[in-house]
Nanobody, 120 residues
Framework: QVQLVESGGGLVQAGGSLRLSCAAS????????MGWYRQAPGKQRELVAA???????NYADSVKGRFTISRDNDKNTVNLQMNSLNSEDTAVYYCYAHWRGDERWYRSTWGQGTQVTVSS
């Protein structure tokens, strides 16, 4: 099994920045993709950004140019640098990892979520 622990959420003023971090722990696993989803009140969970083990990235159109995702494969961590935040970024942010152990298929694990609130 893989467990994900998120940190870095909080309250920030519009135009400010936050950095989210997520660390994966467990035994005998290999992570392919890590990333971040978010869910605002009354809305569906949406992909924010993802990054593969070889460094390929994908961003939601709404965050392109403002958010940057990165990872450290050796430490099994993923980070999300969020700049120029606005009220539409207010949501619970969830870390996820797509991984496998001894199996040939991949599993997905979600973090508990961390609240990001942007005040105007």
């Amino acid at each position: 099994q893989v467990q994900l622990v998120e940190s870095g959420g909080g309250l920030v003023q519009a135009g400010g920045s936050l950095r989210l971090s997520c660390a994966a722990s467990g035994s005998s696993f290999s992570i392919n993709t890590m990333g971040w989803y978010r869910q605002a009140p009354g809305k569906q969970r949406e992909l924010v950004a993802a990054i593969t083990s070889d460094g390929s990235t994908n961003y939601a159109d709404s965050v392109k140019g403002r958010f940057t995702i990165s990872r450290d494969n050796d430490k099994n961590t993923v980070n999300l640098q969020m700049n120029s935040l606005n009220s539409e970024d207010t949501a619970v942010y969830y870390c996820y990892a797509h991984w496998r152990g001894d199996e040939r298929w991949y599993r997905s694990t979600w973090g508990q979520g961390t609240q990001v609130t942007v005040s105007s």
